[in-house]
């Protein structure tokens, strides 16, 4: 890693990125600390709840993570190529829609992965192809598409795929597809949690040591390069768009095979884990090993939140509020990164423009 000065020092990269996330996260501390001091509540107790409440149940904490890691995929393979992907979240509930289709019929929870995964690359591809081909943002029609998607599965599950015993959640997956859970030496893990970490391997391999993921990055980082070089930049990110989708549609199908075994009639285990994902992409700095780390400190900061409610009576707004601030603080440092690399490159691209015109 190339070095930085700072002063009279001389920074690595490494050493940049801990001074930033100490600073990030002890600022949103303080910050969060204040608040809840303004308002009348002991800031100690309350940031000690918030920060270790999500660690009185391991198994809780990182299935959690696990979805919010493939969401997170979704989200920052994508934007390596340029691309704002808020389509995570319809990726995953078309992916838990299909693989809770195909356990039941095949009784196969690994076929049911795969299959919930190609759907949610189909709806990738989808969305990459219109901004590709037909110039529409790959904002709109995400946010057109999560909404429409949400309000057809609900009426699946409520009229075609409803359980008799139970109407509000669906036709449960058959114990054959099951995927169960793990008993370690201290602790016990639903097997979800490992298989989410071979995919961000995966995810990692396919970025750093294969021609398309390189393709993604170098048309990301400089359109221009990328066209110099020969690289398709359309392609590479109908490329992002269609393996970001496979990663959330991946996720939707873990917690349907793997955790919850059905979909209820609100979705309610997987709605807003798409977004999720875009703060857990941003706090992991857009590395699929970061987002592990990211998505298990998203979930301490959520279930953390729900202990502090119970124990403080801390109202929910205000719970959720501090976990946002402490999300805020701790990617914002990317966040402005990003931003520095993109005017430059647009800066770039206009002086070249001027300069052949």
Partial sequence: MPNKKLGAWELTEYEIFLIETVGSISAGLIVSGIIL???????IRGLSLLLLGGLRNPDYLLSRATFIMMTGLAFA?????GLF??????????????????????????????????????LGLLVSALRVYRGVNEVVTAIMLNMAIYYTIIYLITSKFYDPVAPHESV??????RLGTLNLVVIKIHVIFLLALAFIALSYYFLYFTKLGYEIR?????PASARYAGINSNRAMINSMTFGGFFAGVGGALNVVGFMYYIDSLLTSMHG?????????????????GIVLASIFFSMLILGSQRMQLLMRVPKELADALSGV???AFSLPYAYRMLISYLRTRRM???GAEQYS
């Fill in 37 to 43: 001091a303004v308002l009348g509540y002991n800031p």
């Fill in 77 to 81: 393979i994508p934007l390596y190529a």
């Fill in 85 to 122: 992907n808020i389509n995570g979240e319809g990726e995953m509930y078309i992916g838990g829609l299909v693989a809770l289709l195909t356990a039941i019929y095949t009784g196969n929870g690994f076929l049911a992965i795969l299959a919930g995964g190609v759907a949610g690359a189909a």
């Fill in 172 to 177: 449960k997956v058959p114990v054959s597809a």
């Fill in 218 to 222: 170098v048309s990301g980082l400089s």
């Fill in 273 to 289: 884990m798409g977004f999720d994902g875009i703060g857990v992409a941003l706090m992991g700095r857009n590395n699929p090993l």
């Fill in 326 to 328: 402490i999300i805020i």
């Fill in 349 to 351: 691209i206009k002086i």
